[in-house]
C-alpha cells in the first residue's frame, strides 16, 4: 500500500487549499480513509475520515464547517478541501488507511500512512 500526498504549499490566512491523497495497493472504495495533521512540538491529529460509502462526518472541532473531505474513485484518490484557513492550521499534513475499516475509526486503526506534506498558513 503506497499513499502519496500532494498540493501543499504556503498560503495566507483565509484562503483555501486542497490536499489531494492518491492510493495505490488499496481501492478507498473499500476502505475509511483518514486525514491528520502534525504541528511543530505537537502530536499527530485527528483531522477527518471519509467511509467507503462517502460519509463524511467526524471531524475534529477545530475544522468542522471549514474543512471537508471527499473523493474520487476513478482516480483513487481522496481530498481534503481546507476553507478559511487560519495560522494555526500550519502543519503537516498526512493521509491514513486503516487495516480494516469500521466506521466510525479509532485513531488505532490506521495502519498505512503517507509521507505527509506540509501546509504552511501565513497570517
Known amino acids: 500500500v503506497q499513499l502519496v500526498e500532494s498540493g501543499g504549499g504556503p498560503v495566507q490566512a483565509g484562503e483555501s487549499l486542497t490536499l489531494a491523497c492518491t492510493a495505490s495497493?488499496?481501492?478507498?472504495?473499500?476502505?475509511?480513509m483518514g486525514w491528520f495533521r502534525q504541528a511543530p512540538g505537537n502530536e499527530r491529529e485527528f483531522v477527518g475520515a471519509?467511509?467507503?460509502?462517502?460519509?463524511?462526518?467526524n471531524f475534529v472541532d477545530s475544522v468542522k464547517d471549514r474543512f471537508s473531505i471527499f473523493r474520487d474513485l476513478a482516480k483513487n484518490t481522496v481530498y481534503l478541501q481546507m476553507t478559511s484557513l487560519k495560522p494555526e492550521d500550519t502543519a503537516v499534513y498526512f493521509c491514513?488507511?486503516?487495516?480494516?475499516?469500521?466506521?466510525?475509526?479509532?485513531?488505532?486503526?490506521?495502519?498505512?500512512w503517507g509521507q505527509g506534506i506540509q501546509v504552511t498558513v501565513f497570517s
Open positions: 495497493g488499496l481501492q478507498i472504495r473499500e476502505y475509511c
Open positions: 471519509i467511509s467507503w460509502t462517502g460519509t463524511t462526518d
Open positions: 491514513a488507511a486503516p487495516l480494516i475499516s469500521r466506521w466510525p475509526p479509532e485513531v488505532s486503526d490506521f495502519t498505512f
